[in-house]
């Protein structure tokens, strides 16, 4: 396992991350609904068929090889910058320090 490819996220763990997320947004959404729907008239075309969210087997291995640059990414940059403090270890304020270039660049 030398090999860095062999490195990555395992894509069950990645989908039910977005399941867990997906379901914290539906039961969001549907307070919302009931919020606006007491504030508002009921009229043609309120109600909003709920359909499952799913995601295929391609999508969720690109979001792990997605991930896995990311992550690799931020050690990279957090290690530049604390050899260049000196430091052999990176702390969270290296990767605060990185952080918002590296979400631009992503």
């Known amino acids: 396992m030398d090999d860095e490819s062999t490195y990555t996220f395992d894509p ?13 947004t539906a039961v969001e959404r549907e307070r919302n609904q009931v919020t606006n729907a007491m504030n508002c008239e009921v ?3 309120t109600s909003k068929k709920n359909r499952p969210t ?33 430091g052999t270890k990176i702390e969270a304020t290296h990767l605060e320090r990185i952080l918002p ?3 631009l660049d992503f």
């Open 12 to 24: 069950d763990l990645i989908h039910a991350i977005f399941k867990h997320v997906w379901s914290k």
């Open 43 to 45: 009229g043609v075309g």
């Open 54 to 86: 799913l995601a295929n087997t391609i999508a969720l291995k690109l979001s792990c090889e997605l991930l896995k640059t990311f992550i690799s990414e931020a050690v990279q940059r957090a290690a530049f910058i604390a050899e260049a403090e000196g």
């Open 101 to 103: 270039q590296l979400l």
